[in-house]
């Protein structure tokens, strides 16, 4: 049981849109900032969004990032198919003094 | 570019113990935090423990406090977690992965990740 609640999975069709919602409380999400991986299969995660909305060097405008009060989401536009992977949110938990994960969601492009 | 080298995974008898390394390179080690991440086969990540620059503070999961040990070696720019009896569901690949400051705070992310090695508990 992780302590973000992620859909186990979405999908959408290439050039579509899809939205990824992590959910956590007031002791992480409520009062942290809000991070995305993206993990492709059989490789190793690699960060997609920091600071809730901002992106590394390299990652796509099409990945964006937001955060309101204990939620956060993960938006990725004009969907490709090299989008398919697992994709996870993680905050620190002020009440348990460590990086806390969502349980990842398994993204189809159908 | 950042590179971090995972190693030292083996399967291990319930109960034993092992040393995990990171090798870092290409860029200033001891100028940043470290943590260990896990993942379970065919689970979702779960952080273990995180380690200052200096090495001076260390966090743990509650899941493996009292058992594992994070630390580093700044002059050799190597991580290390020394595992102590290791149990069935310690069974995960186990990444390193670098921080963005010096210490871990409650705005941490890890922006390069190792590519994991393999630890299999069973007997």
């Known amino acids: 049981q992780s302590v973000l609640t992620q859909p186990p999975s979405a999908s959408g069709a290439p050039g579509q849109r899809v939205t990824i919602s992590c959910s956590g409380s007031?002791?992480?999400?409520?009062?942290?900032?809000v991070n995305w991986y993206q993990q492709l299969p059989g490789t190793a995660p690699k960060l997609l969004i920091y600071?809730?909305?901002e992106r590394p060097s390299g990652v796509p405008d099409r990945f964006s990032g937001s955060k309101s009060g204990t939620s956060a989401s993960l938006a990725i536009s004009g969907l490709q198919s090299e989008d398919e992977a697992d994709y996870y949110c993680?905050?620190?938990?002020?009440?348990?003094?460590?990086?806390?994960f969502g349980g990842g969601t398994k993204l189809t492009v159908l | 570019e950042v590179q971090l080298v995972d190693s030292g995974g083996a399967l291990v008898q319930p109960g034993g113990s092992l040393r995990l390394s990171c090798a870092a390179s290409e860029f200033t080690f001891g100028s940043y935090a470290m943590s260990w991440v896990r993942q379970a086969p065919g689970k979702g990540l779960e952080w273990v423990s995180a380690?200052?620059?200096?090495?001076?503070?260390?966090y743990y999961a509650d899941s493996v406090k009292g058992r594992f040990t994070i630390s580093r070696d700044n002059s050799k720019n190597t991580l290390y977690l020394q595992m102590y009896s290791l149990r069935a569901e310690d069974t995960a690949i186990y990444y390193c992965?670098?921080?963005?400051?010096?210490?871990?705070?409650?705005?941490?992310?890890?922006?390069?990740w190792g590519q994991g090695t393999l630890v299999t508990v069973s007997s």
């Open positions: 992965a670098k921080e963005k400051a010096f210490v871990t705070t409650v705005t941490t992310y890890f922006d390069y």
């Open positions: 007031s002791s992480n999400i409520g009062s942290n900032t």
């Open positions: 380690i200052s620059g200096s090495g001076g503070t260390t």
């Open positions: 600071t809730n909305n």
């Open positions: 993680a905050a620190w938990d002020d009440s348990l003094v460590g990086c806390v």
